[in-house]
C-alpha cells in the first residue's frame, strides 16, 4: 500500500471499485458477445419440413433446446428468407423508421438463435435505443414493483403495494424470506393494490409448483417465476425441461392466468454450464425458446446475473440487447434492471438510462419500491432510495418510466386503508388479529425496521390456514365486501372477471386504471420514426412534469412574505453624506418591499445588522438606503458609495450577495465580492462589515475568503436566484431615486 | 376488444358475478376460470398476430381448462426431469388423448421421445 501514491488510493476509495471487473474468458463462459465457440449461424430443412441441422449442430446432436426450437420455434416459410438477410440488412432495418415493426418481427421468427444473436449483435447503443422505441410491443410504456418485507409483515406489504401502486406501477411482484408465508403475501399485497389503484397485476415469486397452485386459487393474477437457461445442463439443474416448460405456460393460460418466463445472460455462467458460449448466444436461445413454448413475454437483461454480464466488456450492452431480441420476436419485455448490479450510482444510472429513454414494456423488471434491505430478491437497480431520482429523470427527459408523483397525504390515507383492509380481512377469515401498535407502525413505517410490533409467525399461521381451508380470492372478496371495503372487494374482484375474457393473457398486456388492456393487441406500438409512436396525452406529461419539489414564483413570494418585518422601513429620500467615517450600505430593489430573507436563511435585516456591528467596531457607522433603479449588485454598491461620506459603500442585494465598492471605480471593478450567498452566515457579514471599514479609514482589510462547498450549491439554489431576480426585477423602477431605511436594533 | 363473450368455465356469464353474490356463497371458482372457448377465441386473435407458437400455448391451455387442479399439477410434475420412465409419459399422452386433449398429448408423446435420447427419463 505504501508504494501505491494518493491519487491511487484515493480512486481505489470510489464505489466503483467495490465492484469485480472480469478479465474476458470465453472458456468459462465470460464473453458478452461473440464467443468462438458461438455457432456459425445455420439452418437445413429437409424436403418433408423437417429441420436437420440449425446452427451448426444436426438433428441427431440436438440438445433439448435446439429440439425444442427447431420442432416449435421457427416459422419456416419464412425461414430461408430469414437466413439469406444479411446480417448487417437487418440491424439497418431495425433502426430504419420506413421498416415496420411487424416486418422485423416476421423475419425474426424465421431465425435461428445464431442468426439473430449475429444480427442484433451488430447494433450499437443508440441504435439499440432507437430499435427499442420501435420494436417494443405495447405503445405505451410501463413499470414493475417488488414489494416485500423482511418479515412478511402482511400490514406493511399491504401498505407497500398500496403505495406502490399510488406510485404508478402496473404489476407488483412479491416473494418471501419463508416459503411457508406465501399465501399469506400473495393475499396481503393483493388487497393493498387494490387500495392503491384498479388493474394492478399481482404475483408471489416461488417455487414453480407453489406459484402454479397459487394462480388457480386466484391468489395471483401474474406469474414470472418460470425460469429459463440456455444450455442443456443448466436447464435440466434448474428441474426442468423445454416440455414442462412448455405445460407450464399452458398451465397458468389453462387458469387465465398472465405469465412470462425469465431468463438472462451470464446465468449459465454463473452456473457453471456455459459450454464456452457468449451470454448473448445463449440468451438468444432462451428467447427463441420462450417463444417456441408460446409465452407471451420474457423478463431479461441480466435479472440475477447481471453483475456477470457487468462484469465483462460489453456487458451492459449486452443487457439491453437480449431485450431487444425478445422484442424482435414479437413478446412482451420486462427489461431487467433488476437485481442491483452495481455498488456505484454512476454505473446502475448509465445501465438503466438507454431503456427508460427508449420507452419499454416494463422498464423495471423488479423496481424495487420498498428499502433495500426489505427487498427479499435482494436489493434492486432502484429502490425505495430512488423514486424521487427516477421521477426527476422522467421529468428531466420528458420521457414515460411508468412511474408518477403521490402526495404525501394520498400515500398516507391510502397507507391507512390498506392496512385496515388487511386487518378486517385477515379477523373476518379467523387468519389473524394484528393490534393497533402494530398497525399503526406499519402504516408511517419506511421499511420494516420501523414495525417491531411485527410478529414473525402470523404470516406463517395465515399462511397454513390458507391453504388448509382452501381459502380463495373469493373468500377474500366476500371478506373485503363485508368488512365495509367494498370499492377494494370490487377491484379484486374485476382481477378474477378478467380471467373469464383473457384479453389480458396477450402479448404485453397490463390494465390502466380503467381496466382497459393495454397490450399488443389493443395498443400496438407504431413508432415509425419522430412525431409518431408514444408520446404521453397532457395530462400524463403534467404527472410526468409536475414533482412534488417544484416551486413556483409564487411558493417563493409566500416564503418571502413569511419573513416580512417592520424592522425595516422606508424613512425618506436618501441623501449624499459627508462625514468621512460613514460608509453607505446599498440594498436591492425588493428590499423591505417583497425581499425579507436571504438564501442562507438569514433575514436581510439581520444581515444589515451585521454590516452595521462590522463597521462600528472599526470606529465608522452605517447608513442603509435602497437603490431602486437597478438590479445589478455592481451598480447598487457603487450608488451606494457615492452618496456615503468616506467614499467607501456596501452593495447587498437581498438574496445575499454582497460586495464592497468606492465611488470612483467603474460599476464592474469593486474592492471584495462575497458572492456565494447560501454559505454567507453572520460572521462574514460582520467581516464584511469590518472590511469596509477599514477601506473607509485607509486601513488594511482582513483576506476574506468566499466559503467553499463541494455541494451543488447551484442546482439547490438557482431556481430560487431565478425567481428572486425575477421579483427584482418587478421592483425596480428606472426613474425612482434611492430611499433611506431605518433598521431597528 | 372483440364479438367474443365470454362465459366462465362452468359457463356463468360474468356480468352475474356481483359483490352480493359473492358474500352469498353463490359464486364457485369455477365461474371466475377461463373457458375453453375463450381460449380459443384468444389462440385466433394470437395467429391474427403473428405468434403461431402463442396460439398453440392457447390452444394447449384449452384443453388443459377441463381438468382438475391437482391433475394438471401432477402432469407438470410428471413432464420434469428424470420424473417418469417413456412408458408412464406415454400413458398420460393415451390418457390425454381420450381426453379429447390432443394437442397436450402430442407434447408428452414428444418428451418420450426426446427424453430417452437425452437421458431424462426415470
Redesign the interface.
Same mark, same amino acid.
Given at each position: 500500500m505504501t508504494n501505491v501514491i494518493g491519487r491511487f488510493r484515493f480512486m481505489d476509495a470510489q464505489r466503483v471499485n467495490l465492484d469485480g471487473f472480469a478479465v474476458e474468458d470465453a472458456s468459462i463462459g465470460l464473453i458478452a458477445f461473440n464467443s468462438p465457440a458461438d455457432p456459425v449461424p445455420s439452418l437445413v430443412i429437409d424436403a418433408g419440413g423437417r429441420v436437420i441441422e440449425m446452427d451448426s449442430r444436426s438433428a441427431a446432436d440436438f440438445?433439448?433446446l435446439d429440439?425444442?426450437i427447431a420442432?416449435?420455434?421457427l416459422?419456416l416459410a419464412v425461414a430461408a428468407e430469414a437466413m439469406a438477410t444479411t446480417d448487417l440488412a437487418y440491424a439497418r432495418m431495425c433502426v430504419d423508421p420506413n421498416v415496420p415493426r +411487424?416486418e422485423l418481427?416476421?423475419l425474426a421468427?424465421g431465425m435461428t438463435p445464431a442468426k439473430l444473436a449475429s444480427c442484433l449483435a451488430l447494433l450499437r447503443p443508440v441504435e439499440l435505443g432507437l430499435a427499442m422505441t420501435k420494436l417494443r410491443a405495447r405503445r405505451t410504456p410501463s413499470n414493475q414493483a417488488h414489494v416485500t418485507n423482511r418479515s412478511d409483515d402482511p400490514l406493511l406489504l399491504a401498505a407497500d403495494a398500496a403505495t406502490a401502486a399510488a406510485f404508478g406501477f402496473r404489476e407488483v411482484e412479491t416473494t418471501v424470506p419463508v416459503l411457508g408465508d406465501a399465501p399469506s403475501n400473495a393475499v396481503a399485497v393483493s388487497i393493498g393494490a387494490a387500495v392503491g389503484s384498479p388493474g394492478v397485476l399481482v404475483q408471489c415469486s416461488v417455487e !414453480?409448483?407453489l406459484e =402454479?397452485?397459487m394462480g388457480?386459487? %386466484?391468489l395471483v393474477s401474474y406469474a414470472e417465476t418460470v425460469s429459463l437457461y440456455g444450455t442443456?445442463q443448466v436447464f435440466?439443474d434448474g428441474?426442468?425441461?423445454p416440455?414442462?416448460k +412448455?405445460?407450464?405456460?399452458?398451465?397458468?393460460?389453462?387458469?387465465?392466468v398472465k405469465m412470462r418466463v425469465t431468463s438472462g445472460g451470464g446465468a449459465e455462467a454463473l452456473m457453471g454450464g456455459a459450454e464456452g458460449r457468449s451470454m448473448f448466444y445463449l440468451e438468444s436461445r432462451c428467447v427463441a425458446l420462450a417463444? &417456441?413454448?408460446?409465452?407471451?413475454g420474457v423478463q431479461n437483461g441480466g435479472i440475477d446475473s447481471a453483475s456477470v454480464a457487468g462484469s465483462v466488456p460489453g456487458g451492459v450492452r449486452s443487457l439491453m440487447s437480449e431485450n431487444v431480441m425478445v422484442m424482435a420476436r %414479437?413478446l412482451e419485455a420486462c427489461t431487467g434492471n433488476d437485481a442491483l448490479m452495481s455498488e456505484s450510482d454512476v454505473r446502475r444510472t448509465s445501465r438503466t438510462l438507454p431503456i427508460l429513454l427508449a420507452g419499454s414494456d416494463y422498464v423495471c423488471s423488479g423496481f424495487g419500491s420498498i428499502q433495500r434491505y426489505d427487498n427479499m430478491f435482494g436489493p434492486s437497480q432502484w429502490n425505495a432510495e430512488d423514486i424521487d431520482d427516477f421521477l426527476v429523470m422522467q421529468r428531466d427527459w420528458g420521457v414515460d418510466g411508468g412511474l408518477r408523483t403521490a402526495a404525501e397525504p394520498h400515500v398516507a390515507a391510502l397507507r391507512t386503508r390498506a392496512v385496515e383492509a388487511v386487518r378486517a380481512v385477515y379477523r373476518h377469515l379467523g387468519l389473524a388479529d394484528f393490534g393497533d401498535d402494530w398497525a399503526a407502525q406499519a402504516v408511517d413505517a419506511a421499511g420494516s425496521k420501523d414495525v417491531p410490533a411485527a410478529e414473525l409467525m402470523a404470516p406463517l399461521i395465515a399462511s397454513r390456514i390458507i391453504r388448509e381451508t382452501a381459502v #380463495?380470492m373469493?373468500d377474500v372478496?366476500?371478506a373485503l365486501? !363485508?368488512t365495509g371495503f367494498?370499492v377494494e &372487494? %370490487?377491484r379484486v374482484?374485476d382481477m378474477?372477471?378478467a380471467?373469464? &375474457?383473457?384479453?389480458y =393473457?396477450?402479448?404485453a398486456a397490463i390494465f390502466d386504471e380503467s381496466m382497459r388492456?393495454l397490450s399488443?393487441? #389493443?395498443d400496438p406500438n407504431d413508432y415509425a420514426g419522430p412525431g409518431t409512436g408514444y408520446l404521453p396525452t397532457p395530462d400524463r406529461q403534467a404527472e410526468i412534469d409536475a414533482v412534488r419539489q417544484q416551486r413556483s414564483v409564487e411558493d417563493l413570494r409566500r416564503e418571502q412574505a413569511g419573513h416580512r418585518s417592520d424592522q425595516l422601513r422606508v424613512v425618506g429620500p436618501a441623501v449624499a453624506g459627508s462625514d468621512p467615517r460613514e460608509v453607505v450600505v446599498g440594498v436591492s430593489p425588493a428590499v423591505a418591499r417583497e425581499v425579507w430573507v436571504t438564501l442562507s436563511g438569514l433575514t436581510v435585516v439581520e444581515a444589515l445588522r451585521e454590516l452595521l456591528a462590522g463597521l462600528e467596531e472599526e470606529g465608522c457607522f452605517g447608513r442603509v438606503v435602497r437603490v431602486n433603479d437597478t438590479i445589478d449588485l455592481g451598480m447598487i454598491g457603487l450608488r451606494a458609495a457615492r452618496l456615503s461620506g468616506s467614499g467607501i459603500g456596501i452593495g447587498l442585494q437581498g438574496k445575499g450577495t454582497a460586495l464592497i465598492h468606492r465611488r470612483d471605480l467603474p460599476p464592474l471593478a469593486n474592492l471584495e465580492l462575497y458572492s456565494v450567498a447560501p454559505s454567507i452566515d453572520g460572521p462574514l457579514y460582520r467581516l464584511l462589515g469590518v472590511n469596509a471599514g477599514r477601506h473607509a479609514k485607509g486601513a488594511t482589510p482582513e483576506p476574506a475568503r468566499n466559503p467553499y462547498s463541494d455541494e451543488a450549491i447551484e442546482a439547490r439554489y438557482h431556481t430560487k436566484v431565478v425567481a428572486l431576480v425575477g421579483i427584482e426585477r418587478g421592483c425596480c423602477e428606472p426613474s425612482q431615486p434611492p430611499q433611506e431605511l431605518a433598521v431597528q436594533r | 376488444?372483440s364479438a367474443h363473450q365470454?362465459?366462465?368455465a362452468s359457463g356463468r356469464d /360474468?356480468a352475474e358475478?356481483t359483490?352480493e353474490r359473492?358474500?352469498d356463497?353463490d359464486?364457485?371458482?369455477t365461474?371466475?376460470?377461463?373457458?375453453p372457448d375463450?381460449?380459443e377465441?384468444?389462440a385466433q386473435?394470437?395467429a391474427d398476430?403473428?405468434? /403461431?407458437?402463442?396460439?398453440?400455448?392457447?390452444r394447449?391451455?384449452?384443453?388443459?381448462?377441463a381438468?382438475p387442479?391437482a391433475e394438471?399439477?401432477a402432469?407438470?410434475?410428471a413432464?420434469? /426431469?428424470r420424473r417418469s420412465t417413456a412408458a408412464e409419459l406415454l400413458d398420460h399422452a393415451a390418457r390425454l388423448e381420450a381426453a379429447g386433449a390432443a394437442r397436450?398429448a402430442a407434447?408428452?408423446r414428444?418428451?418420450a421421445q426426446?427424453?430417452e435420447r437425452?437421458g431424462?427419463l426415470r
Open positions: 440438445d433439448i429440439e425444442f420442432r416449435h420455434g416459422d +411487424a418481427v416476421r421468427a !414453480e409448483a =402454479l397452485e388457480m386459487r %386466484g442443456e435440466v428441474d426442468d425441461t416440455w414442462s +412448455a405445460f407450464l405456460t399452458s398451465a397458468y393460460a389453462s387458469r387465465g417463444r &417456441a413454448i408460446g409465452a407471451q %414479437g #380463495t373469493l372478496v366476500a365486501y !363485508e367494498e &372487494a %370490487g374482484l378474477l372477471k380471467r373469464v &375474457a383473457g384479453d =393473457l396477450q402479448t388492456v399488443l393487441i #389493443t | 376488444m365470454a362465459v366462465g /360474468p358475478i359483490l359473492v358474500r356463497g359464486v364457485d371458482i365461474d371466475v376460470r377461463i373457458h375463450t381460449l377465441h384468444q386473435v394470437a398476430h403473428a405468434n /403461431p407458437q402463442l396460439a398453440e400455448n392457447f394447449r391451455a384449452a384443453e388443459l381448462a381438468l387442479d394438471v399439477l402432469l407438470y410434475e413432464l420434469r /426431469p397436450s407434447l408428452f414428444e418428451a426426446v427424453y437425452r431424462l
